[in-house]
């Protein structure tokens, strides 16, 4: 069964498909570029150069294809919008799914996406579940909120150095997973025939908001945070006035997801259905509090063996001194 990833570049695409090779899936990777995708094909996955944004270049990737894995996503550093690659380029990728007569397509979605229409990125996965719900394929969607990797950037490195940790308006607790265990639940989905023409939420085990991680950060690193709170209205006014000139639509778009995060309502769902069906257990499923204690225990032991080396060097210097010996004197 060879299946197809498109973002296989990103966080939990990278994810899938390592859990893909080891599960025995034949595993093909559609990329932008071959240099940064080299550790797949390290991995065992073939590499097709293509596009979401090049209709011409999925065609000839689907060849041979089974089922198509969506987890690619506009990059916040690509000048591409949001509208130009969730939307135009996932229709095409569906229509070209559809053409190859694949057997099952797994779109990546987001966590309670019909109740945000005002928020672009919210109403594109929602128009796209619909778009793929009706596009004859068989499908599978999985609605996922927040992934824990991100949290080492935007709370877990600032915190180790003394940088501002930004917190906007009232945070809205989210149920964070590692993205090892979200890529077991897209892979199962592959084959389960339960999974067919349905959507999951697949979320982390609770939700927690940005001042209980900030703690737990805050208690791993033995450092203090320095929080820095930015009003959800200076934000709103922000994203208007940047949806006056053209050129900053795309940064307007990405603003508005703060709707999402600081709205104070929770993105999170009851799972236990989701466990059964998928065959999973959810002990076994990665804890915020446990995938932060690895994270800064790693850290830590490397800060501690700098500093050792930094001592040893220093007292090699000091013995060479010849200044030394004259203060001693
Ligand atoms: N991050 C979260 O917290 C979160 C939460 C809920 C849902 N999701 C969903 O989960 C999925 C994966 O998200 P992620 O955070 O892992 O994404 P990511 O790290 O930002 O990676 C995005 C991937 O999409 C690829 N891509 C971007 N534009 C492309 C194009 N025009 N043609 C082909 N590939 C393109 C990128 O390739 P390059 O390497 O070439 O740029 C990269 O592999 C997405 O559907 C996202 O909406 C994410």
């Given at each position: 069964m060879t299946i197809l990833i498109v973002g296989a570049t990103g966080t939990l695409g990278r994810q899938v498909a390592r859990h893909a090779i080891d599960e025995g899936y034949k595993v093909r990777c559609l990329v932008r570029n071959f240099k940064k995708a080299a550790f797949l094909k390290e991995w065992g996955a073939e590499l097709v150069r293509g596009d979401l944004c090049v209709p011409d270049?999925?065609?000839p990737a689907l060849e041979g294809v089974t089922a198509v894995i969506d987890a690619a996503t506009a990059r916040p550093t690509d000048s591409l919008s949001i509208r130009k690659v969730d939307w135009e380029g996932k229709v095409a990728l569906i229509q070209a799914a559809k053409a190859a007569k694949v057997d099952r397509f797994i779109f990546l979605s987001i966590l309670n996406a019909d109740k945000y229409p005002e928020v672009p990125l919210m109403?594109?996965?929602?128009?796209?579940?619909l778009f793929l719900a009706e596009s004859g394929l068989d499908y599978t969607i999985l609605r996922l909120a927040g992934f824990m990797q991100g949290l080492i950037g935007q709370y877990g490195i600032p915190i180790l150095e003394g940088q501002p940790v930004w917190v906007t308006g009232e945070s809205s607790p989210i149920a964070y997973m590692n993205t090892q265990d979200t890529a077991k639940f897209v892979v199962r989905a592959?084959?389960?025939?339960?999974?067919?023409?349905?959507?999951?939420?697949?979320?982390?085990?609770?939700a927690w908001s940005?001042?209980?991680i900030i703690r737990i950060c805050e208690g791993l690193s033995g450092k203090e945070a320095k929080i820095t709170r930015m009003p959800i209205n200076l934000l709103r006014t922000v994203r208007r006035l940047l949806r006056f000139f053209q050129w900053s639509w795309n940064v307007s778009d990405r603003l508005a997801f703060t709707?999402?995060?600081?709205?104070?309502?929770?993105?999170d769902a009851p799972m236990e259905d989701v466990y059964e069906i998928f065959g999973f257990d959810v002990n076994e499923t990665t804890t915020l509090e446990s995938y932060l204690q690895e994270y800064f225990n790693r850290i830590m032991k490397k800060l501690k063996e700098l500093d050792y080396q930094k001592t040893k060097t220093k007292k090699k210097k000091a013995k060479k001194s010849p200044f030394k010996n004259v203060n001693n004197q």
């Open positions: 270049s999925l065609t109403e594109i996965k929602r128009c796209t579940e592959l084959s389960l025939k339960e999974a067919e023409n349905k959507a999951f939420p697949v979320v982390g085990t609770r940005a001042e209980e709707e999402v995060i600081a709205s104070g309502k929770p993105l």
